[in-house]
């Protein structure tokens, strides 16, 4: 069974920054890509940026310049990196990735981790 477990969620005033944690943990083989999603209030759940198991990223065009997504294949864990953080950053933030365990790959999700982010 894999799990991912996210952290670093919480309140912060508008310019301000927070770093969020992904830890996989299971019988984990490889990661494949990993990302982040957002869910704002009233809002779709959006891609807000991933980054391959060599290192590519992708950004959302509403993140470009202020998030930076990376992270740490020894410590099966990913990091986001926001600043400059707006009030149009408010959601729940939710860990993606595709994992290959021993029973072979699927896609997984995180419990979610809340931002506010308040003017």
């Known amino acids: 069974q894999v799990q991912l477990v996210e952290s670093g969620g919480g309140s912060v005033q508008a310019g301000g920054s927070l770093r969020l944690s992904c830890t996989a943990s299971?019988?984990?083989?490889?990661?494949?890509?990993m990302a982040w999603y957002r869910q704002g209030p009233g809002k779709q759940r959006e891609l807000v940026a991933y980054?391959?198991?060599?290192?590519?990223?992708h950004y959302a065009d509403s993140v470009k310049g202020r998030f930076t997504i990376s992270r740490d294949n020894a410590k099966n864990t990913m990091y986001l990196q926001m600043n400059s953080l707006q009030s149009e950053d408010t959601a729940v933030y939710y860990c993606n990735a595709y994992v290959v365990a021993g029973g072979g790959g699927d896609d997984y999700w995180g419990q979610g981790t809340k931002v506010t982010v308040s003017s």
């Open positions: 980054i391959t198991s060599g290192g590519s990223t």
């Open positions: 299971g019988s984990i083989l490889r990661i494949n890509l």
